[in-house]
């Protein structure tokens, strides 16, 4: 029995990367008990802190909660490790590189925090704006620059953790950057064009576009492209720099819909009744609600009708409103020409025959 304790004991002290093995043991155990404390801490705090959120109008237990819950696993087991080492306070070889590692843990939990406090602080930029759409283009867009910082940021210190030269790297990029850029001129133009479209707001999400035969609603604004939901149902992709490019058709922001259509009477019309014809064609018009009229004219004498040109302005922009309304303007128009035995002209021929002297 002593010779197998002793062996046992001989085993534990060989040394691994530095360190017995028994501190190995130990720093494991360590870590694994604290974890395990951590995580009760954890679960109990945001059990309560997520409680507290639903019942008070105050953000800052909401902030609270949502670190808390996004804290992870892996997390509390980098903390639970580096205390470990510190209660050891060993000097192995391999004990600097174990704690470049528990940097990098602290440093990728706390850029998923600062994306979290990101996500938090657009939808509360929204909710203030009441849901504005162009606000909502803008908010994204605010909120993905603050996370490409943030983890540009966060991607610099672990380069400069592990003993890159950070400041001979900026320098060697921003020679080399000359170089990428005329590699990826056309991704730079619709990144740009994005900027552009940000900043200048030619129009949002959810605006309805006409580009050239195209429309659609839009779906995405992103960097490289624009998609737009057409009235058929697929989706139509631009390039930022394209779009920009082309003359972009906006009805989102119409104040009011012009509204011209025509009608033709037959040429055995009597001229009394012609004479009545526009006020019967303001009448209808007038009688719409949301409606401005502006004017009826016999317009001129066609090949087989006499033509009657009618312009309105709708004062909501809604198309299924304008084509309501229109439909209400030809049955009222129907009903009188009916009752005044107005007849409607279509397309008709007459053939004269001449017989010439034998």
Request: charged content about 20%.
């Amino acid at each position: 029995m002593p010779e197998s304790t002793d062996t046992a004991l001989a085993f534990m002290d060989r040394m691994v990367l530095g360190l017995a093995l028994i501190d190995w043991v130990e720093l494991l155990g360590i870590t694994v008990v604290v974890t395990l404390v951590l995580m009760l801490v954890r679960r109990v705090s945001f059990g309560r802190f997520a409680a507290l959120a639903e019942r008070t109008t105050n953000r800052v237990d909401d902030v609270i909660a949502k670190l808390l819950h996004g804290m992870r696993t892996w997390f509390l087991l980098v903390v639970a490790f580096y205390l470990a080492v510190e209660f050891i306070a060993s000097d192995a070889p391999a004990i600097p590189w174990l704690l470049r590692v528990v940097f990098v843990g602290f440093l990728v939990q706390i850029g998923l925090w600062g994306n979290d406090l990101i996500g938090v602080a657009t939808g509360w930029y929204v909710e203030a704006r009441d849901g504005d759409e162009s606000q909502i283009t803008a908010a994204r867009a605010m909120g993905m620059v603050g996370r490409l910082v943030l983890w540009t940021i966060i991607f610099l210190a672990l380069l400069d953790n592990f003993g890159v030269d950070v400041t001979a790297l900026v320098a060697g990029l921003g020679i080399g950057g000359i170089a990428i850029a005329l590699a990826v001129q056309n991704v730079l133009a619709d990144l740009l064009a994005y900027v552009s479209i940000i900043a200048d707001r030619p129009f949002v999400f959810g605006d309805f576009l006409v580009v050239g035969e195209h429309s659609g609603s839009v779906e995405h604004i992103g960097i490289k492209t624009t998609r737009i939901r057409s009235l058929s149902g697929e989706q139509i992709v631009f390039s930022n720099s394209d779009l920009l490019g082309s003359r972009v058709r906006n009805f989102k922001r119409m104040n009011e819909r012009r509204a011209l259509f025509q009608i033709g009477v037959t040429y055995d019309t009597e001229h009394d009744v012609l004479r009545s014809i526009p006020d019967i064609l303001k009448s209808a018009v007038e009688a719409q609600e949301n409606v401005r009229f502006d004017r009826a004219h016999l317009k001129g004498f066609g090949d087989f009708s006499i033509d009657f040109e009618i312009v309105y302005y709708m004062l909501v922009p809604d198309y299924a409103t304008f084509m309501d309304t229109q439909e209400a303007i030809n049955l009222a128009v129907h009903r009188s020409f009916t009752d005044q035995s107005i007849q409607f002209a279509f397309p008709t021929q007459t053939l004269h025959i001449e017989r010439a002297d034998a």
